[in-house]
């Protein structure tokens, strides 16, 4: 399995956009999102120039995503 992409808060906000997540408000420097369908899941993003891995597959099982969603999620 491939490594994960170093992403900026800004690109991992547009790649969680198209699993149906919108901007709802932010708090300091961390960006909250909120899933638009039900569960209506809240995921915390920090707007930082570089999210490293671990927080990146943090972020990722918080927003009740697996892996292989999210890297189709990158690919579209």
């Given at each position: 399995?491939?490594?994960?992409?170093?992403?900026?808060?800004?690109?991992?906000?547009?790649?969680?956009?198209?699993?149906?997540?919108?901007?709802h408000?932010?708090?300091?420097?961390?960006?909250?999102?909120?899933?638009?369908?039900?569960p209506?899941?809240?995921?915390?993003v920090?707007?930082?120039?570089?999210?490293?891995?671990?927080?990146?597959?943090?972020?990722?099982?918080?927003?009740?995503?697996?892996?292989?969603?999210?890297?189709?999620?990158?690919?579209?």
């Amino acid at each position: 399995m491939p490594k994960l992409p170093v992403l900026s808060g800004r690109e991992l906000v547009k790649v969680f956009s198209k699993a149906r997540f919108e901007f709802h408000h932010q708090n300091g420097s961390h960006m909250i999102l909120k899933q638009t369908v039900p569960p209506y899941l809240r995921v915390s993003v920090p707007d930082h120039k570089a999210i490293k891995r671990g927080l990146l597959r943090g972020i990722i099982r918080e927003a009740g995503l697996s892996r292989e969603e999210f890297e189709r999620l990158l690919e579209k």
